[in-house]
C-alpha cells in the first residue's frame, strides 16, 4: 500500500510537470511581440481557401489553420497555437505507445516529459509548420500498427492507413513510414504477416490520398517537382561539411544526451535491436538516408524527425531502467532550453533572427496609407516572404496583390496563383515592393518614384516604387 502511495504521488508530480510546460508556452506564445514569419503566412493563406494541395506542401497545415481561425479569429496566437497542440497530443500518443510495448506509467509519462522537452519541440512549438502534425499522425500510426501486429486486427490496420494517409496529408516524410516497414520485414521472423498487413495497408493508404494525387496531376506535378528540387542533387554533390553540419545538427533535435544513448546502443547492433527492434525500425533506416542526402548535397536537421520518436522511446527507456539521474539531467536540459527560448519570444533582443519577425505590421499600415492615396490598379511584388505577409497583414488590399512572373514555370505558390505579367502592366497604376532596388526595366520610363523602406533587420528591408 505504501509503494503503491508512493507511485500514485510520484506520476502526480510527474504530471504536474508536464502541466508546466505547457502553462509556461502558452503563455510565452500568447503575450509574444513577434510576427509570424513568411512561411507562417504563407500556409495561413492557404487556409483561406479549400484545396487538396499547395505549391510547396500537402495541405493539411491549411487545412487545421482554417479549422481554427474560423472558430477563433486570424491572431498570430490562434495562427501558431495548432503547432503546440499537435505537439501535446503527441506526447500523449507516446504515453500509450510506451505502455503498449508494457512500461509501467511512470516510465511512459517520463517519455511524454522527455518528448516535450526535444530542443526542436521547444521551438516548433512557437511556430506553425507541418513538422508537429506529421509527427502526430506518425505516433498515431506506430501506435496502432503496434496494437495490428499484437492482435491482427482488421480494425487496428484501418486505423493506421488512415493515419498514415494524414501523415501524408501533413508532410510526404510519412513515406518513411513504408521504407521503414522494409527494414522490420528484413530482420522480422514472421515476415508472411507483416508482408499481409503492409500491402494492406499500403492499398488504403493510396485510396485515402488519392484526392492529392490528382490534384498534383493536374498542376503538373508541381509539388513532386517542388519538393524533389530541395534534394538539390542539380550542384556539386559529395560535402563533408554538410555531412558533418547534419550530424551534429541530431544532438540538438532531441537533446545531446538522447542521441548519444541511441548512437551507443547502436555500436553493439545485435543486442540493441533484440531489445529495441521496432523502435529501430522505425529510426535507423531515416537517419541512415539523411545522412547519406546530406553527403551527396543538403539536408535540413528537421527532416529526420520522425525518427526521434523512435529514438526518444529508446533513450527513456535506457535513462529510466538503468541511469534514473540521467532522466533529470535530460529534463534539466530541456527546461534550461523551454525557459530560453519562452525569454527570448517574450523579450526578442534586437538581434537576427527575432528582429526579421518585427515590422511588418508597420509596413502594412505604411503601404495602405500609400495606396488610399493613389489609388492603384495593382500591388505587385517580386518576393514569396513579402507577398505572403502583405497578405496576411493587410487583407483589405488583397484583391489587388499580384507576383510579377515571367510567365514560364511558377517558381513559388503566388506565381502560380496570382501570376501578373509585364505586359499586363502596362498603362497600370503600380505600387511594386521589390527586394532588390532594381526595378521593371521596360516600364523604368513610367517610374515616379522609389523608395527604400527599412525594417528593423535590414535582411527584410524593401524598395517601394510608383509606376504611372
Not at 502526430?136 to 491482427?152: A, I, V
Not at 532596388?437 to 528591408?461: A, C, F, G, W
Amino acid at each position: 500500500m505504501l509503494i503503491k502511495s508512493y507511485f500514485l504521488k510520484t506520476n502526480n508530480y510527474l504530471l504536474l510537470f508536464v502541466f508546466f510546460i505547457l502553462f509556461i508556452r502558452i503563455i510565452s506564445l500568447a503575450i509574444s511581440p513577434l510576427e509570424p514569419q513568411g512561411d507562417e503566412t504563407q500556409y495561413w493563406y492557404w487556409s483561406t481557401y479549400f484545396d487538396w494541395g499547395y505549391y510547396s506542401k500537402p495541405p493539411l497545415v491549411a487545412w487545421v489553420i482554417t479549422l481554427f481561425t474560423s472558430l477563433f479569429g486570424s491572431s498570430v496566437f490562434i495562427l501558431k497555437f495548432p503547432s503546440l497542440l499537435a505537439h501535446i497530443l503527441t506526447s500523449i500518443v507516446l504515453f500509450n505507445l510506451s505502455r503498449g510495448f508494457n512500461r509501467n506509467k511512470e516510465e511512459s509519462i517520463w517519455l511524454s516529459i522527455s518528448y516535450l522537452l526535444f530542443f526542436a519541440v521547444s521551438l516548433s512549438s512557437n511556430v506553425i509548420s507541418t513538422d508537429p502534425f506529421l509527427l502526430l499522425f506518425w505516433s498515431l500510426s506506430l501506435y496502432f500498427f503496434k496494437l495490428s501486429l499484437n492482435d491482427n486486427s482488421f480494425k487496428q490496420i484501418v486505423l493506421t492507413s488512415v493515419f498514415i494517409a494524414l501523415g501524408f496529408y501533413a508532410k510526404y516524410a510519412m513515406i518513411y513510414f513504408f521504407v521503414c516497414s522494409i527494414f522490420l520485414i528484413i530482420l522480422s521472423e514472421n515476415k508472411k504477416k507483416l508482408i499481409k498487413n503492409i500491402l494492406i495497408i499500403a492499398f488504403f493508404v493510396s485510396l485515402f490520398i488519392s484526392p492529392h494525387i490528382y490534384w498534383v496531376y493536374s498542376t503538373n506535378w508541381v509539388t513532386f517537382i517542388h519538393t524533389s528540387d530541395n534534394f538539390n542533387w542539380g550542384v556539386t554533390l559529395f560535402n563533408f561539411e554538410q555531412l558533418f553540419n547534419f550530424i551534429i545538427s541530431q544532438f540538438f533535435i532531441a537533446t545531446p544526451i538522447v542521441f548519444f544513448l541511441y548512437l551507443k546502443g547502436l555500436v553493439k547492433f545485435k543486442n540493441f535491436y533484440q531489445s529495441y527492434a521496432f523502435e529501430i525500425s522505425y529510426s535507423l533506416p531515416i537517419i541512415i538516408l539523411i545522412t547519406i542526402q546530406s553527403f551527396i548535397s543538403r539536408a535540413n536537421a528537421n527532416w529526420s524527425s520522425v525518427a526521434f520518436i523512435g529514438i526518444g522511446m529508446i533513450a527513456s527507456n535506457i535513462m529510466y531502467q538503468k541511469n534514473k539521474k540521467l532522466l533529470y539531467i535530460n529534463a534539466t536540459l530541456g527546461v534550461m532550453v523551454l525557459f530560453l527560448v519562452s525569454f527570448f519570444i517574450i523579450n526578442p533582443p534586437n538581434i537576427s533572427p527575432f528582429n526579421k519577425l518585427q515590422g511588418m505590421e508597420g509596413a502594412s499600415t505604411e503601404i495602405k496609407f500609400l495606396d488610399d492615396s493613389l489609388l492603384s490598379d495593382y500591388i505587385v511584388f517580386d518576393d514569396r516572404m513579402n507577398i505572403a505577409k502583405f497578405l496576411y497583414h493587410l487583407p483589405s488590399k488583397q484583391d489587388k496583390m499580384r507576383y510579377l512572373s515571367t510567365g514560364g514555370h511558377p517558381g513559388n505558390h503566388f506565381e502560380m496563383l496570382m501570376p501578373i505579367t509585364v505586359d499586363q502592366l502596362q498603362n497600370k497604376k503600380i505600387i511594386m515592393i521589390h527586394r532588390y532596388e532594381q526595378t521593371i526595366k521596360p516600364l523604368k520610363d513610367h517610374l515616379l518614384v522609389k523608395q527604400l523602406y527599412e525594417m528593423p533587420n535590414s535582411k527584410n528591408n524593401f524598395f517601394i516604387s510608383y509606376f504611372e
